[in-house]
Structures are given as structure tokens and as C-alpha cells.
């Protein structure tokens, strides 16, 4: 394993490459944001052919469904399931995860959206040159980033995988009745003015634009930059990489077979013990044999002056004892955290701090 992290752009576009393959080996991803805009082409055409106003609003509905509900209800199922917390533990760093999980859902989104766009090409009789096609990839990307951007703070307010969707969905499909996605925009006033500011319009709006062989309408683009920029700056203040924990009593017997474990573990002469709940595989906290130490005091310190240690180094061997890799063990709430340089297979390149 290499003693430095590979550099910048490689270590992003490989994580880049990773959440992509999750997201369409997601069915939900496949089916919502690929399948359903070409359904509705086929249901909403007239003699074979469909207006350039409707191909948008189905471009638009797959670009906005994965960018919105599949990114948001796949950020908040990584946090509550202890993925988040295991990626943050690892010399990744935070920003390299975060974009990589926006600019994935932004690719995706715009296959989505370009799909509908090339269906509607192909066999809906829609006439589109290479600055018209460049125009819509444009509108459809500002759109994913605008969405992606907002769905990522959005989830720094749901606390359980059950709530994702009633949520994300109930925020998002509102928006798109009001935006004229899937039918003709709602008729009172008001309701128009309010989608105009709202994300799924401009986008709607630029894609048409786009598809007519027309420039980018500046107000579109500005309200879609502002979404972006507001939903990254809330993200980066709310945003949670660990799970809600719910405050539930342990039962008095849970309690008691927990404390008689620890107390096992901490008497009873180990020659070597392996982490069972942790990912990295590590072994033998210490070796007895050789240290001649014993886990009441690695874990207790001096219990009669109240002293604990403030962390533990853990290590992995090779068959032959070889010592692989090191990484320091802290107590609960710190975590290991990169420093940023050295060898990630050394306990001296990390240091234990509280949060994320």
C-alpha cells in the first residue's frame, strides 16, 4: 500500500467511478430516472411526435428524480447504516467524498435526462444540431447541480431511512405538478411566480430554450446557480456523517452480559484478540506474550486515580508476525482522523478528535 494518498484528481474521479456503479446497479435509480421519462414520451405523444415543451418536462422529470429523491434517499441510508462513518475513518478526505457523491448523482441525472432527449430524437420526430444537443446538456447539468445541491441539505433534517421518501417526496412532487413536468403548468398567478424561483422550472425553461435552438434564458441560469451555491453552503453547515442515534433504555440484563464481557475480556490472560465489529480487519490490540501487559490497564489505565488512556494502538500481522499496519483505537466520542501527510499504514499519521 502506498505511504501518500494518490494525488487530487485520480483520487476524486475513482471515487467518481465507484458511486456511479452504485447508483446504477440502484433498480430505483434504473427505473425512475431512465424508464419512466421515456413511458410518459410514449403516453403523451400525438401521431408520433411530441412537442419540444413536453420532451423537456420528461428530460427534466428523469434529471430531477435522480438528482432529488435517488441522491437524497441514498446520502441518508449511507449515514444511517454506518457507511458515512466508515468512509470519514479512512485518509479520504471529507470534501473528495462529498463531491464524488454530488458529481456521481450529476453524471447519472444527466444520462437520465439525455436518454428522454435522444428517445424523443430517435422516434418522436424532435430536430436537434450539435449546439442545440450542447445546450441541453448544459441546462440539464446546472439543473442536477442545483438538485443534488439541495437534496444534500435537505438531508441533514432526516433522521431515519423510513422518513427519506415520505420527505424528499412530498418536497419534490409539488414542485413538479407547479413546474409543468408531467402536464400543463398550473394556471393562478402566483403559483407561476413561485416556480419560476423554484428549481424544476428554470430548468424546464432551458431546456426548451435549448431544444428550440435558442440561447440559455440568463433569469434560468441565475436562479439555478443560487440554488446551487445555497444548498452547498447549508450542506457543509448541517450536514452529518453520523448515524441518529435513538435514545432507547437497554434493558437491565443487556446491561449486565455487557459489563460481564468487558469484565472477561480485561481479566482472562489473551494472547491475541481480534476487533469482531471492526471493517479494517485489524488484530491483536497487544500481544500478551510479548508485552507482558494486561487489558485491564490498556483499557482502565490507573483505576484507582480515575485515568484512562486516550487511545489504544491496534496492529495487523502477517502470518509470520510482521507488523502491517498500525491505527490508533480512541475512546468514545474522538475518532481516528488523518493529518493529512505520512504513511497511511501508520498509527503516528492520525490523531483522535471529536466529530467529523
Known amino acids: 500500500m502506498?505511504?501518500?494518498?494518490?494525488?487530487?484528481?485520480?483520487?476524486?474521479?475513482?471515487?467518481?467511478g465507484h458511486q456511479i456503479r452504485l447508483l446504477l446497479r440502484t433498480p430505483r435509480a434504473m427505473s425512475t430516472g431512465l424508464v419512466l421519462p421515456v413511458l410518459l414520451l410514449v403516453l403523451n405523444s400525438s401521431g408520433g411526435h411530441v412537442t419540444p415543451a413536453r420532451l423537456a418536462g420528461c428530460a427534466v422529470l428523469g434529471?430531477?428524480?435522480?438528482?432529488?429523491?435517488?441522491?437524497g434517499i441514498g446520502l441518508v441510508a449511507a449515514r444511517e447504516s454506518g457507511v458515512m462513518r466508515r468512509w470519514r475513518a479512512t485518509p479520504l478526505p471529507a470534501w473528495c467524498y462529498l463531491s464524488a457523491q454530488i458529481a456521481s448523482t450529476v453524471v447519472v441525472s444527466v444520462l437520465a435526462g439525455a436518454v428522454a432527449v435522444l428517445a424523443g430524437v430517435a422516434f418522436f420526430g424532435i430536430s436537434l444540431d450539435a449546439i442545440g444537443a450542447i445546450g441541453v446538456l448544459a441546462s440539464i447539468a446546472l439543473g442536477a447541480i442545483a438538485c443534488a445541491a439541495a437534496a444534500t441539505a435537505v438531508t441533514g433534517f432526516i433522521s431515519t431511512v423510513g422518513s427519506a421518501f415520505?420527505?424528499?417526496?412530498?418536497?419534490?412532487?409539488p414542485v413538479v405538478l407547479f413546474s409543468g413536468t408531467?402536464?400543463?403548468?398550473?394556471?393562478?398567478?402566483?403559483?407561476?411566480?413561485?416556480a419560476e424561483y423554484l428549481p424544476v422550472r428554470p430548468i424546464i425553461d432551458a431546456t426548451s430554450h435549448a431544444l428550440d435552438g435558442t440561447a440559455l434564458p440568463a433569469s434560468a441560469v441565475l436562479v439555478l446557480c443560487s440554488w446551487s451555491v445555497a444548498g452547498l453552503l447549508v450542506s457543509l453547515a448541517i450536514f452529518r456523517w453520523e448515524p441518529t442515534r435513538t435514545h432507547q433504555r437497554r434493558p437491565a440484563r443487556g446491561r449486565a452480559i455487557v459489563a460481564a464481557g468487558v469484565a472477561a475480556a480485561c481479566v482472562l490472560p489473551l494472547t491475541v484478540?481480534?476487533?469482531?465489529a471492526d471493517d479494517f480487519g485489524y488484530r491483536a490490540i497487544h500481544d500478551m506474550s510479548a508485552t507482558g501487559k494486561d487489558l485491564t490497564t490498556s483499557f482502565y489505565g490507573q483505576p484507582a486515580h480515575g485515568t484512562a488512556p486516550a487511545s489504544i494502538e491496534a496492529s495487523r500481522k502477517d502470518d509470520d508476525g510482521k507488523v502491517l499496519r498500525t491505527r490508533p483505537l480512541c475512546a468514545y466520542p474522538k475518532v481516528a482522523r488523518y493529518?493529512?501527510?505520512?504513511?497511511t499504514d501508520s498509527a503516528s499519521s492520525f490523531y483522535c478528535a471529536v466529530g467529523y
Open 2 to 16: 502506498p505511504d501518500q494518498l494518490p494525488p487530487v484528481v485520480p483520487l476524486l474521479l475513482r471515487q467518481v
Open 63 to 71: 434529471t430531477t428524480m435522480t438528482a432529488w429523491t435517488t441522491h
Open 166 to 173: 415520505p420527505i424528499l417526496g412530498l418536497t419534490y412532487l
Open 182 to 194: 408531467v402536464g400543463d403548468p398550473v394556471k393562478a398567478s402566483w403559483v407561476n411566480t413561485v
Open 273 to 276: 484478540t481480534r476487533a469482531s
Open 339 to 343: 493529518l493529512g501527510g505520512g504513511s
